[in-house]
C-alpha cells in the first residue's frame, strides 16, 4: 500500500464491532480496520501503534498456532496520513450504525491494519472477479463448563449463550430471543448443525452475516436495521445455487435455496482443510461437560418427541470449528474458578509490578507466550506461576468465545480442479470455498472482573425469570437423557 497516494474516495465504510471499524477498499480486495475508543479517551500514537503491534502479533504467534496457517490473516500495520484518516472518517460517518456511535474512530494516531479482504477473496494472494458468497458466523462458546468450581447447577445443564438470550431481550439489545444454540453447532451432527444455522437465519442478531461480492445482504447492520427477508436472500442466491434453471419463485423455491445453502455451510464447516500446530498437543479434557444445552429448542423437541438420545457425532479433529472449541476449552476453571486466581495475580502485581512484564500480560505474544499456554494442569499448587498461566489461558479461550467464522463461496465449474482449493457440493452447482476465522484480539486482562459479575448476572436473571416458570416435566425429562457425553476425538 502506497500511503502517499491514499484517497479516501476508493474506500467504503464496511463494517464495525465493539473495538474496531472496518473500511474496504473499491477494486483491491484489502481493508484497513481502524482501533475506536470512547470519546476523549485517545491513546497516545506510539500505544496505539504497540497495541495494534500486539494483534497482529498474536495472530501470528498464537492463534495461528492453535487454528493453522491458512485460517488465520493477521495481516500487518500500516502507518497512513492523518488527512486521509480524517477525510475517511467524515466520509463514513453517515454510514455508521447509531448504537455503535458511542466510539470514535481512531483519526489520531495515523495506524491501523491492513488485512485481506475476507468478503471477497479465497486466498490472500488470489484476486477473484467470479461472484462471491461469503457467510459469517459468530459462534460464541460451544461447550457446558465442567468445572467442579461453577456454583450454580444450571451453568451445567444451560449453555451461557441460551442463558443470555433472556438478559439481552430483557435489556432490549435483541426483539426476540434466538432458537440458535452453539452446541447444536458445535456438535458435529448434521441434523442439529442445520437446526443452528436454520435458526441463525431466522434470528440472526450479530452471529450471522452474508455478503455478496463484498456487500452486505443479510444480517444487521444495526440493533434496529436488519436486513432478514429470506425471499429477498433467496433472490440473491438463486443464482449460485442454481444457475441453469429457471426455478420459478415463491415459498417453495426459497425454502429449497435456503436448505441448499444451510448444506453448503455445514460442509464447509465439517471440511478441514489446514493442520496446526496445536492439533499435535495434548490439549483440553475430552468427554468432559455435556454435550447438548437443555434450553436449546432442538433438544426440547427431541425430547417432546419422546427421544431420548442427542447425538452429537463429534468434529472433524481438523475442522475450523474444532479448533475453536479447543481453544475455547483452555477456560477450564470457568470464570469462577478463575476469578479467586486473578486476584493472586492482582496481589502480586501489586507487591512486585515488575512482573506484569515478565509475564507478558501486555504483550509481546511471541512463541515464548505461546509455549506458556500449554501448561493444562488444573491442580493448584498455590504458586502465583499456576495463577498467570491459568489467567493468560483463559484470555485466549475468551477471544475464541467471541471470534468470526467467515466461509467464502465461489461457484466452480466441473472440470475446475485444484490440489489447493477444496470444493463443496450443492444439489445443481459447486463451490470452490475458504474458511478463515477473523477478531482474534487477545481479551484484555483488565476485563476479567467484568466478565465475573456478568456471570453472575446472566445466571441470576435466568433462574429467577426463566427456570423457575420452566416446565418440571421437562427437566425430568432431561434427567433420564444425562449420559450424553461430549464426544471429541483423542489427541
Ligand atoms: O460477553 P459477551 O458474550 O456478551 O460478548 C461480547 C459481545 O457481545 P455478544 O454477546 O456477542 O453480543 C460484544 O459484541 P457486540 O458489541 O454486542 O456486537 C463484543 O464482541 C464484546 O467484545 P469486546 O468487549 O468488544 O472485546 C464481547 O465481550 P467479551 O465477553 O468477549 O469480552
Ligand atoms: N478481514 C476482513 N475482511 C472482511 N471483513 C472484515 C474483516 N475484518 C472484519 N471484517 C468485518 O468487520 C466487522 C467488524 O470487525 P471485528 O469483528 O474485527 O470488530 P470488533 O470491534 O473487533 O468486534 P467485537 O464487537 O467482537 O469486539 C466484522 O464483523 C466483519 O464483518
Same mark, same amino acid.
Given at each position: 500500500m502506497d500511503a502517499e497516494k491514499?484517497? %479516501?474516495? %476508493?474506500w467504503k465504510y464496511h463494517g464495525e464491532g465493539n473495538k474496531s471499524l472496518v473500511v474496504s477498499h473499491s477494486q483491491r480486495c484489502v481493508v484497513l480496520r481502524f482501533l475506536k475508543f470512547s470519546p476523549n479517551r485517545n491513546k497516545a500514537p506510539e500505544e496505539i501503534l504497540r497495541h495494534l503491534q500486539n494483534i497482529v502479533d498474536f495472530g501470528k504467534h498464537v492463534m495461528k498456532q492453535f487454528f493453522g496457517e491458512k485460517y488465520v490473516h493477521y495481516g500487518e500495520v500500516v502507518q497512513l496520513p492523518l488527512d486521509f484518516v480524517k477525510q475517511l472518517c467524515l466520509k463514513i460517518q453517515s454510514e455508521r450504525p447509531e448504537s455503535r456511535c458511542d466510539k470514535d474512530l481512531d483519526t489520531l494516531s495515523g495506524y491501523a491494519m491492513c488485512l485481506p479482504n475476507l468478503t471477497r477473496l479465497q486466498t490472500y494472494h488470489f484476486v477473484e472477479h467470479r461472484p462471491i458468497l461469503c457467510v459469517e458466523i459468530k459462534p460464541k462458546c460451544g461447550f457446558i463448563p465442567f468445572s467442579s468450581h461453577v456454583s450454580q447447577e444450571i451453568k451445567h445443564k444451560v449453555c451461557r449463550y441460551c442463558m443470555h438470550q433472556h438478559l439481552k431481550v430483557a435489556n432490549g439489545k435483541w426483539k426476540r430471543l434466538s432458537k440458535y444454540c452453539p452446541l447444536d453447532l458445535f456438535s458435529g451432527n448434521k441434523q442439529r448443525m442445520h437446526f443452528a444455522l436454520k435458526s441463525l437465519l431466522q434470528e440472526a442478531q450479530n452471529n450471522l452475516k452474508i455478503f455478496k461480492n463484498g456487500e452486505l445482504i443479510y444480517g444487521c447492520k444495526d440493533d434496529q436495521d436488519s436486513l432478514s427477508d429470506w425471499n429477498e436472500l433467496a433472490r440473491h442466491l438463486k443464482p449460485f445455487f442454481f444457475p441453469a434453471n429457471g426455478m420459478v419463485s415463491g415459498p417453495h423455491c426459497t425454502r429449497t435455496i435456503i436448505k441448499e445453502l444451510i448444506h453448503v455451510i455445514t460442509m464447509t464447516l465439517l471440511s478441514s482443510t489446514d493442520a496446526c500446530r496445536a492439533g499435535n498437543m495434548k490439549t483440553v479434557p475430552i468427554s468432559r461437560g455435556r454435550s447438548y444445552c437443555e434450553a436449546s429448542a432442538f433438544s426440547k423437541e427431541l425430547v417432546r418427541n419422546g427421544k431420548n438420545k442427542m447425538e452429537s457425532? *463429534?468434529?472433524?479433529? *481438523?475442522c475450523l470449528l474444532y479448533k475453536t472449541l479447543q481453544a475455547q476449552m483452555l477456560d477450564m476453571l470457568d470464570i469462577e474458578g478463575l476469578y479467586p486466581l486473578y486476584n493472586r495475580v492482582e496481589q502480586c502485581l501489586e507487591e512486585f509490578p515488575e512482573e506484569r512484564s515478565t509475564s507478558q500480560i501486555d504483550g509481546p505474544y511471541n512463541e515464548a507466550f505461546y509455549e506458556k499456554l500449554l501448561d493444562l494442569s488444573t491442580e493448584d499448587d498455590g504458586t502465583e506461576a499456576f495463577a498467570f498461566t491459568k489467567v493468560q489461558q483463559y484470555r485466549v479461550a475468551m477471544t475464541a468465545k467471541d471470534c468470526s467464522i467467515m466461509i467464502s463461496l465461489s461457484p466452480c465449474l466441473q472440470d475446475e480442479c485444484s490440489a489447493q482449493r477444496p470444493v463443496v457440493l450443492a444439489s445443481k452447482s459447486r463451490f470452490t470455498f475458504s474458511v478463515s476465522v477473523l477478531d482474534l484480539d487477545l481479551k484484555p486482562y483488565e476485563s476479567i472482573p467484568h466478565q465475573y459479575k456478568l456471570d453472575g448476572k446472566i445466571v441470576n436473571y435466568y433462574l429467577k425469570n426463566v427456570q423457575a416458570k420452566d416446565d418440571p416435566v421437562m427437566s425430568n425429562l432431561f434427567k433420564e437423557n444425562e449420559d450424553c457425553t461430549l464426544v471429541l476425538h483423542k489427541v
Open positions: 491514499m484517497d %479516501e474516495n %476508493e457425532s *463429534g468434529l472433524p479433529r *481438523g
